[in-house]
DNA sequence: TGACTTTAGTGCCGATTTGCTACTAATTCG
DNA sequence: CGAATTAGTAGCAAATCGGCACTAAAGTCA
């Protein structure tokens, strides 16, 4: 998780989410990715609205309405050093506001949401990957182990990747063979009712 | 979906969402059912946030920022008829604004989405009810058939609902089993990874 | 009254999907 | 060379799914 040094001295928490107003006529998508460009000093690999939060009862910084958007970005990699942002492993997240933690929150629901209704993983990825890497950030935007074979098997069925004629050795074990992002068809995917997710 | 004549007079499009700015330090959600409940009558047997629109190329009405809220109700029932306030078939929509489109088509989106995440359809039904009125219900928010017994199979899995020892005669044909909402266990719910439903 | 219709609910079967173990394949390390 | 490591697959048992067909209980109508 990317956090900025707070702006306003006087707030207890140090640190919070970047964030801006935004400009003039700009779409609150442009102000996002202008705002996650200046963190990053590149554009992430994807950009997508959680909601709107507007309880009054939590402090709003200066705002009375913020929009979240959640941006993934493949690895903490170079950031701009002239900002004061940081990157914080999820167990050492430091106090934020409370309209910030619920926004927090409301992002790892929406990302594990979106992961299979929206090509996330593969945005994660260069254009040519392995299964293996494929496999680690649905694991990584799913927060739980799956399983190879299963895995495998479903990706087969949908007609998502492609095979390359390339094979990368990754140090020791078998090479593996690269693959590309190239859905084709478009299964039914209509199945019966999932009671089973219903919560709240 | 229920409609509002469109409070400008200026405006090209007689029609419109039933909107208004919050008030003060008022949640939004407390502003959504405050507007839910000026053009029904009374409150919406559920109410959630869609998503912030924030185009500025789409005509905004007077505002910069709409936070767009999704509200069901049993059946068009009696409205205020102080109201220019109107209930059209989905075949029927009358032209609207283009940004009031667009939250109208995310709104069927999100309520496709969150059937099976948040007990929506158990909320539009009465205290106790048939497993075919349930059905129905699903098959509404979902807009397509389930399979009778495939159903019945789910819900009987998810321990959701449990029977009543009533039961109800519709007019011809055998009476129902009245059966209420009582959720009872947490499945895990955890499958493999649905590659199928990726779109966009 | 008794056949027919209508709606509710269940049984069952074949096809598909799923989770899992165990296997084979290809490479590096020592 | 053999052990370790990672990639990829075969196959199996259990669960799930969609569909058909059946039974059950009411009303309708001659």
Redesign the interface.
């Known amino acids: 998780m990317l956090l900025a040094k707070s702006g306003d001295p006087r707030a207890r928490e140090r640190w919070a989410l970047p964030w801006d107003a935004?400009r003039g006529?700009?779409?609150?998508?442009d102000a996002a990715l202008r705002i996650a460009r200046g963190v990053l000093g590149t554009a992430p690999a994807a950009l997508e609205?959680i909601?709107?939060?507007?309880?009054?009862?939590r402090h709003p910084g200066d705002a009375?309405?913020s929009?979240g958007y959640v941006g993934l970005v493949p690895q903490d990699g170079q950031l701009r050093g002239t900002q004061d942002v940081a990157w914080f492993p999820l167990a050492e997240l430091p106090a934020v506001q409370p309209r910030h933690r619920e926004i927090i929150e409301a992002a790892f629901e929406a990302v594990r949401?979106r992961?299979?209704?929206?090509?996330l993983a593969f945005r994660l990825l260069p254009p040519t990957f392995t299964l293996s890497e494929l496999q680690q950030v649905?694991e990584l935007l799913?927060g739980?182990r799956?399983?190879k074979a299963?895995?495998r098997r479903?990706?087969q069925?949908?007609f998502?990747v492609e095979p390359t004629d390339e094979w990368r050795s990754e140090g020791r074990g078998r090479p593996a063979q690269l693959f590309r992002y190239a859905?084709r068809k478009?299964?039914?995917?209509?199945r019966?009712?999932?009671?089973?997710?219903?919560?709240?």
């Open positions: 935004t006529e700009e779409a609150l998508a609205q909601a709107a939060f507007g309880d009054s009862r009375e309405l929009v949401l992961v299979d209704q929206s090509p649905y799913l739980r799956l399983h299963s895995f479903a990706l069925a949908a998502l859905p478009r299964r039914d995917a209509r019966g009712v999932r009671f089973d997710l219903l919560g709240g």
